[in-house]
Structures are given as structure tokens and as C-alpha cells.
């Protein structure tokens, strides 16, 4: 009998219905809403869950995918090659990109010959799965370490995120390499 | 002309043409509500009495209990320019005859009435005041009161059991 | 009357006007912040410090908002609902006593708008009209929802003003007097009538619920059922003074629950006050303790909207009739008892 199947709880909560005569204070009902109000007025002395959203931001799980970036290496040259291995893995189709050669003198700034020229995500149509980061041979495109929301704009066109948003800031490059070392 | 006639003059116009109006709307919701202002300017002249007590019941009982009812009901029943009964012409006619008798009666009554001249009998009591009031109606009108408040305990067991017999019939 | 009198009432009479609409805008935003602080959040607090000028930003929204007409029979009806509405929630604060007497440039200023021999029965009246708003409002929207909201609260209200009625009529027994001022005043000194009345006080309490259409009685206009029940056709400030006009009434029947129960401007050591201090000081402490009292009640009326879920419309009438009536009746009987045993 212990072990029946009615008997098992797996949440340890579980109540069995009972359809006994409610006693006379019980119909009253006035225990019951005396209860309740004090539920409730515990509430209104908790501490409040809310998070005060532009001034305080809510720490990040480690692999929370955020706004993407486009990494630099410890040089501080952009990591992308504009393979389009990105675009291809897509399952929103929100990349797009242009490739261009690497011209001489330019070797601090593009760790490859070829480098992206031109690098836009839609982050409407984009859905934050990461297969373009999974995808990605070079180890250039992530979405854990810009650690920031892509917020909310007006205009559509605005959602539109060329490299200007997306590459990593050289100084902040700079610093990862500091901190290598 | 006095201010309280000028007053009695305007609150009477305006119970008069709202009663009219109560009769002659079409839409009963609209009758409903004419009647609502009816009984509030009635209200008004029993202010112009200086009977609070009594005015402030006709507020509650008829605008504020009776006509709710009468309204929910015609919601309820949720009447359309469809359902209107169409009356034979002869109903009309003898309505027409009915109403000029009755207005000949009346206006005889009036003509052949003659002013109150006697005297009001001062006792120096306020007869507005509920106090004086409870007390007339539970001692001098004694009979009467408890008389009426039977009459209308057995409506009200009337109306209970005529709505509990069609319950157990079904 | 003097010309001195006409000026004295009618600035009080604005000032209580005033009053009132201040305390039914900041109930609204009471009411939100009572609602967030009782699930666990903070509520409007963008505009203005903690959110104070929030009622303003809402009520600059409802004024600057598009004003829609359905396509009613009945524009003028439409029209008057809300108005109705708005008037009986606002004239009932008259007979209300404020306060004691106040002495100001000479005068003794009573601060009371009038004192009549039937306030209560004045109350009673202009509550028993307040249901025309919604009920006209509902009806001339043309639509099933609103009428059904206004058929609702109709019944309600028919229904609960009864077991009102019953239940102040106990409190009458003990007073013997109509008068808010008398009852007031009767209760100088901690004499509260909560203390000998508290079934005539629940049951009273219960009933202001129902005619000011709060949760758990807001049936009239229940969003899961009815989408917005009678309000359901109005927007802009039409619909404004809907909701102003519920604020109004509660912050209303809350000042009579705490005139007729907790002994309205009455407080512990009213006398040491006045004979220590002066009685205008006792006076002005009075209205801020009256005012108190309100706000408790007028939070308890958020608190409990907050925590009981609305009843369904059949528990709703069962309530009415089959409890309150004759619990109010039993209520009455032992009044009786009472009085002619202890007196």
C-alpha cells in the first residue's frame, strides 16, 4: 500500500483531496479571508523583485547570448575573414556581409588577406540561437562576451547593425591582451 | 411673485412634462427614465414642504428601488420596435372618451372646491423632524402602521410562494 | 442668513470638492502601488518622485485621448452616464462631518457643509441614484457586455442596499439619531460604535463593497467576463470619470464607515487637547486623524482587492439575500434586546 502509485509524491507536495463537511467557521469563510489578507500583507513588506532596468542591468549567466561581436585577436586585428559561413548557417537570414582583399600596410588591422568590408546583422530578424557562432572557423563572431541587450529603437532601419556596432572596441581588445599576459 | 412659488411653478412644469413624457415616449427605457425624473422633481415638491423625511424616502424607495427594478426589467426584456403591440382602433377611440370624461370629472372637482381658509393648529412641535414623526406614527397611528406592515408582509410571502410553486411544478 | 454664511459654505464647499478629487486622483495611484507592493514589485515611480505626478500624466492621457462614439440610438444618454455618475459620487461628502468647530477671524466656523436631520437617509438616497450612471451609461452603449454590466449592477445594488439599510438601522437603535453630527458626537471618547456593533460593522463593510462595485463585488464590470462590463464603449475622459467616479465613492463610503463606526474626527484625549492647546488645534487634529481613518479604509479596500478573488454572480446573490438579510435581521433583534435590557 505504501508504495501504490497514489501514494508516491516525487514533489514531496502532494495533498489528497478531501471532500469532508466544511465546520460551521469554515463556511463562515472569515478565517480564510483573514488568512489571506495576511499573505498578502507579508508581500508588502518583501523585498520587491523588480530591477530598475536602464539604471541597474541584471548580471549575465556566463552563457547568456547577447548582442553579437566581432572579436579581435591580441593585436587588435578584426578576426572576421568573410568566409560567410555565418550567412550560410543563418536560420533567420540576418547576416550579410561584403568581402575585400586586404591591401599592404594594412596587417594591424586584419589578421587574414581578406577581410569583411561590410558586416550587418538585422537583430529583428535575428533570433539569438548562435549557430553563427558555431559555425564561425576563425573564432571571430560571439554573442557571450558583449555582455548587452540590443535595446529597443524606433525605426527599423536602426536595427540594422553594421561593423561600427559589432567589432570589438580596440581598447577593450587592447585590455584582453594586457590581461593575457 | 415669491421665490418658493417661482420655484413651485417650474418644479410642477417639469414634473408635469416629464410625467407627459413618460406616456408619450416611445422607447420604454426612455418612459423609464422620464418617470426616474418624475419622481425626483416629486421629490423636489416635498422639499418645498420642508419635508426632508419624506422626500429623501420617495428618493430612496421609488427612484432609487423601484424604478432600478423597473428598469432591469425592460433591459431584461430587451423590447425592439417589433414587438409592439398594435392597437384596434375602437381601444383608441374609448381611450379618447375615457380621458375627456375623466378630465371633466376633474376639472368639475377643481371648479367646485372651495379654498382652505381655517386654521393650521400650532403645537410648537417640529413635525419634520423624525423623532416627532416616529413617535406620532407608533403611538397615534398605532393600528394603521402595523396594519400596513402586514398588508405588505403577506405581498412579499405572496410573491415567495407564487416563485417557489413554479419550481417544484417543474 | 447672512451673506457671511453663503461665502463661509461655499468655500467649503469647494474645498471639499477639492478634496474629494484630490483624494479619488491619488487613490488611483495608491491603488497601483498597492497593487505592485502586494505582488512583490515597485509600481509607477517614472513620473515624479515614487511616481506622484503619475495621476496627472494619467489624467493629461484620458483628456488628450481620441473620443469614441458607438453607433447608439441614444448620444445624449450616453452622454449623461458618466455625468450622472461623477455628480452622485461627488454630493454625497455634504452632510459629512468633517470636523468640530473651528474658530477663524471671530467666526465659529462648523466644518460641515450642512447638517440636516436625515444625512443618513440623504446618503442612503443619493447612493441608491449613483446606480443610474452606470446603469443609463451601459444601456446607451449599445452593446450586450455593457448591458450586461449594467443589469448586474442594478441587481447588486438593489440587493445589498437592503441588507445596508437593515444593518445601519441596529446603529440607529443606538443612536437615536440620523444625524452624522449626532452620531459623531455620540461617540466622543473612545465610545466607538465598532465595539457594539461589530456584526452591524461587517456586514455594513460587506455591503460598501458592493455598491462601490469593488473586487470581490465588481461584477458590473468583471475584464474576464465582460471585457470592461458598462465602461466597456467609453474612452477619453468619459471613461475617466468612470473610474473617477469609483475612486470617488470609495474614498466616500470609507469616510462613512469611519463617521458611523470609528468615531469619525473623534480621538483619545480630544478634551486634554482642546483645554491644553486651544480647540482649533484639537480641532485640525481632528480632521487629520479623520483623514487617517479614511486612508486605512481606503487601503483596506485595495488590500482586499488584492487578495480575494471576485465572486461568481450566484454566490454573489446567495450573499445578499440568504446571509447579510437575515444576519442584519438577527443583528436587529439583539439590538433590541440589548437596549431594553441595559436601559
Known amino acids: ?181 | 411673485m415669491s421665490t418658493v412659488l417661482l420655484i413651485f411653478y417650474i418644479l410642477s412644469a417639469f414634473t408635469l412634462a416629464t410625467a407627459f413624457l413618460t406616456i408619450y415616449s416611445k422607447n420604454p427605457i426612455h418612459s423609464a427614465i422620464y418617470l426616474v425624473l418624475c419622481m425626483v422633481s416629486i421629490m423636489g415638491h416635498y422639499l418645498l414642504f420642508n419635508a426632508q423625511f419624506l422626500a429623501l424616502v420617495q428618493l430612496i424607495v421609488y427612484a432609487g428601488a423601484i424604478m432600478v427594478l423597473f428598469l432591469f426589467t425592460i433591459m431584461l426584456m430587451n423590447l425592439n420596435k417589433e414587438d409592439e403591440v398594435h392597437k384596434p382602433r375602437m381601444t383608441r377611440y374609448a381611450a379618447v372618451i375615457i380621458f375627456i370624461l375623466l378630465c371633466g370629472v376633474l376639472t368639475y372637482v377643481f371648479v367646485d372646491t372651495k379654498p382652505i381658509m381655517g386654521e393650521y393648529d400650532v403645537t410648537g412641535q417640529d413635525f419634520q423632524s423624525i423623532k416627532v414623526l416616529g413617535k406620532v406614527l407608533l403611538n397615534e397611528y398605532m393600528v394603521p402602521f402595523e396594519f400596513v406592515s402586514i398588508l405588505l408582509l403577506t405581498a412579499m410571502l405572496g410573491v415567495v410562494l407564487l416563485s417557489k410553486k413554479e419550481k417544484s411544478t417543474r | 442668513m447672512d451673506s457671511a454664511l453663503i461665502i463661509e459654505k461655499s468655500i467649503f464647499i469647494v474645498v471639499i470638492f477639492a478634496v474629494t478629487m484630490l483624494m479619488a486622483m491619488y487613490s488611483t495611484w495608491a491603488e497601483r502601488k498597492v497593487a505592485a507592493f502586494l505582488q512583490d514589485r515597485v509600481g509607477p515611480n517614472r513620473a515624479g518622485w515614487g511616481g506622484l505626478l503619475q495621476p496627472l500624466a494619467d489624467g493629461l492621457k484620458l483628456f488628450a485621448k481620441e473620443e469614441f462614439e458607438p453607433n447608439t440610438p441614444n448620444k445624449f444618454l450616453f452622454f449623461v452616464g458618466p455625468g450622472v455618475a461623477m455628480a452622485t459620487a461627488l454630493i454625497t461628502s455634504a452632510v459629512i462631518p468633517w470636523g468640530d468647530k473651528l474658530e477663524i477671524f471671530g467666526r465659529t466656523v462648523i466644518l460641515q457643509a450642512t447638517d440636516i436631520d436625515v444625512s443618513l437617509l440623504y446618503i442612503f438616497g443619493v447612493i441608491s441614484v449613483g446606480v443610474y450612471g452606470i446603469m443609463i451609461g451601459g444601456w446607451a452603449s449599445n452593446n450586450k457586455f455593457s448591458l450586461m454590466g449594467a443589469v448586474r449592477a442594478a441587481s447588486q445594488m438593489v440587493s445589498y442596499e437592503v441588507a445596508m439599510g437593515l444593518s445601519i438601522i441596529a446603529l440607529l437603535m443606538m443612536s437615536g439619531s440620523l444625524s452624522l453630527r449626532a452620531i459623531t458626537e455620540q461617540q466622543h471618547g473612545m465610545d466607538w460604535n465598532v465595539f457594539y456593533q461589530p456584526v452591524g460593522f461587517l456586514i455594513f463593510l460587506i455591503c460598501a463593497f458592493a455598491e462601490t462595485n469593488r473586487t470581490p463585488f465588481d461584477l458590473a464590470e468583471c475584464e474576464s467576463e465582460l471585457i470592461g462590463g458598462y465602461h466597456t464603449e467609453y474612452s477619453s475622459m468619459k471613461m475617466g470619470f468612470y473610474l473617477f467616479a469609483e475612486y470617488a465613492n470609495m474614498f466616500i463610503s470609507s469616510t462613512i464607515l469611519a463617521v458611523l463606526y470609528f468615531g469619525g474626527y473623534n480621538y483619545p484625549g480630544m478634551d486634554w487637547v482642546g483645554i491644553h492647546w486651544g480647540t482649533n488645534i484639537a480641532t485640525l487634529i481632528g480632521i487629520a486623524v479623520l483623514f487617517v481613518k479614511i486612508c486605512a479604509f481606503i487601503f483596506f479596500y485595495m488590500w482586499v482587492r488584492w487578495t480575494i478573488p471576485r465572486f461568481r454572480y450566484d454566490q454573489l446573490m446567495n450573499l445578499g439575500w440568504k446571509i447579510l438579510i437575515p444576519l442584519s435581521i438577527i443583528n436587529i433583534m439583539i439590538t433590541g434586546i440589548c437596549i431594553l435590557a441595559f436601559k
Open chain 1, 1 to 181: 500500500m505504501a508504495t501504490s502509485i497514489q501514494n508516491i509524491s516525487l514533489s514531496g507536495k502532494k495533498k489528497q483531496v478531501s471532500h469532508k463537511e466544511m465546520t460551521f467557521w469554515e463556511r463562515l469563510y472569515l478565517v480564510a479571508i483573514i488568512k489571506g489578507l495576511l499573505i498578502t500583507i507579508k508581500h508588502f513588506f518583501r523585498r520587491k523583485a523588480t530591477i530598475h532596468y536602464p539604471e541597474q542591468v541584471r548580471e549575465f549567466s556566463p552563457v547568456y547570448r547577447g548582442k553579437h561581436t566581432l572579436k579581435r585577436d591580441e593585436q587588435g586585428r578584426e578576426n572576421c575573414t568573410a568566409c560567410g559561413l555565418c550567412a550560410l548557417t543563418c536560420p533567420a537570414e540576418a547576416i550579410t556581409m561584403k568581402a575585400a582583399e586586404r591591401k599592404p600596410g594594412e596587417e594591424h588591422l586584419y589578421r587574414e588577406e581578406k577581410y569583411a568590408e561590410i558586416y550587418e546583422i538585422n537583430m529583428l530578424r535575428c533570433i539569438f540561437c548562435g549557430l553563427c557562432e558555431e559555425a564561425c572557423p576563425k573564432d571571430a563572431i560571439y554573442m557571450t562576451i558583449s555582455k548587452e541587450l540590443v535595446p529597443a529603437q524606433y525605426d527599423r532601419e536602426d536595427f540594422i547593425y553594421g561593423k561600427d556596432k559589432l567589432v570589438m572596441p580596440l581598447e577593450v581588445a587592447m585590455a584582453n591582451t594586457k590581461n593575457l599576459n
